[in-house]
């Protein structure tokens, strides 16, 4: 090991630093004790196969080394000039001379606007050299880390709260509005009693609903990376879903079409997920494509763009159809086109989260197509078994 190595090896390499020294811009003069040096080569080579943003510093704050992430972050910094020139975080700043002034290492969160928002974390520790007295650095070394997907997940989960909260608060302040109306001005009301009961009812069982979801997208979400491997056949399981959808078909006044082939289309499923899955697309069609009297529900078995052959099932319905913005944005959870229609048709913004999540554990994929006007189409794509 040549590097701080007083070895004739070490004095050949010293000297061949010193030269290098000598002729290179690159190179600050390395502040260590008498006898000893910093190996540049073996340091660069070091820091470049660091995955994080490196720099390290002499104890003079100015740059020795640092590697491509560090200087996608901060484009000015130099070899051998001051860090501080560079570095356009203050915290950051303060914390390189806290480390210096101390001898320990510091740490500190900061989050940077251009060209994006990112949060990032950066320890910054003081490393005494062999040779020097102790307390003193001989260098600094700089890392950071990412946390911007940490803090990703963060906001979605304290978005993912609020917003569940907010669904079931809405019901259950109507409940608590009602109970005390029942028990006020409406004791003796025998009309307005049957009324309101009826409205309860359908609030409780709005927050059952909610709940419901809430824990199937748990459930599956805690099995995400548990591939089904139970052999289904699909013909079945979406000939179910249609004839127990027959009743709210009926209500609406829509005919389901199914049109499927006569061999059966086998893939690896959980089936109880997979009729929740058929059941929320049918359901939506149904509901929110009333007014267009008919939902086709296609199943097929197709070639793939990979060649694999994969299983179809296409449900499309002729109501109004949903605006191109929208369809991006479906599957996100508690996404609503209309919130209004979606709480009057009984929905809770979660199904086709549910679908989508459904797909994801099955390896399979959502396809959406609509054109205002002229209905929507989903299409639920699964690799055959
Ligand atoms: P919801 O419980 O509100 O039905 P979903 O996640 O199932 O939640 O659907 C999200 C939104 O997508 C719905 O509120 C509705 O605005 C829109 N949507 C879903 N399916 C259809 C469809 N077949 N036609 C028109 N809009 C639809």
């Known amino acids: 090991m040549p590097a701080f190595d007083d ?26 004790a008498a006898g000893r040096s910093l190996d540049y080569v ?3 080579a070091v820091v470049s196969g660091l995955p994080d943003p490196v720099v390290v510093l002499d104890g003079d704050g100015r740059v020795l080394a640092f590697n491509a992430g560090a200087g996608t972050l901060a484009p000015a910094l130099r070899r051998g000039e001051p860090a501080s020139i ?3 975080t203050p915290e950051l700043v303060e914390a390189i001379r806290a480390a210096n002034a101390s001898g320990r290492a510091q740490r ?5 606007r251009v060209p994006s928002v990112r949060w990032s974390e950066a320890i910054i520790a003081p490393i005494t050299l062999g040779g020097r007295e102790p307390g003193r650095p001989g260098v600094v070394v700089i890392t950071v880390h990412d946390l911007t997907p940490i803090h990703r997940v963060e906001e979605m989960r304290a978005d993912f709260v609020a917003n569940a909260s907010h669904e079931l608060r809405t019901p259950l302040a109507a409940l608590s509005g009602f109970i005390e109306t029942l028990q006020g001005p409406a004791r003796d009301d025998t009309a307005a009693r049957e009324r309101f009961l009826g409205i309860m009812r359908e609030q409780a069982w709005r927050m059952a609903r909610l709940i419901d979801d809430l824990l199937s997208l748990s459930r599956i979400e805690l099995r995400a990376h548990m591939r089904p491997d139970a052999p289904v056949d699909l013909v079945p399981i979406v000939r179910q879903v249609a004839d127990g959808l027959q009743t709210l078909a009926r209500d609406r006044g829509v005919a389901i079409e199914v049109a499927m082939p006569t061999e059966p289309l086998m893939v690896l499923g959980d089936r109880d997920e997979l009729i929740r899955l058929f059941e929320n697309l049918v359901e939506n069609a149904l509901k929110y494509g009333a007014s267009g009297k008919r939902v086709d529900i296609l199943l097929s078995s197709v070639q793939a763009a990979d060649g694999r052959r ?11 159809g949903i605006a ?7 599957t996100e959870r508690f996404y609503r086109v209309d919130v209004g229609e979606s709480r009057a048709q009984g929905g809770t913004g979660l199904g086709l989260a549910l679908v989508k999540h459904i797909l994801n554990r099955h390896q399979g994929r959502l396809g959406i197509e609509s054109k205002p006007g002229d209905g929507a189409t989903f299409t639920a794509r699964l690799p055959l078994a």
């Open 310 to 320: 994969e299983a179809r099932v296409a449900v499309r319905d002729h109501g109004p």
């Open 86 to 88: 560079a570095l356009r």
């Open 324 to 330: 191109a913005e929208h369809l991006p944005r479906l």
């Open 7 to 32: 070895s004739s090896a070490g004095r050949r390499l010293i000297g061949w630093l010193e030269r290098l020294r000598g002729t290179s811009h690159d190179v600050p003069p390395a502040p260590l």
């Open 42 to 44: 073996l340091l660069e």
């Open 108 to 112: 500190i969160e900061f989050s940077t």
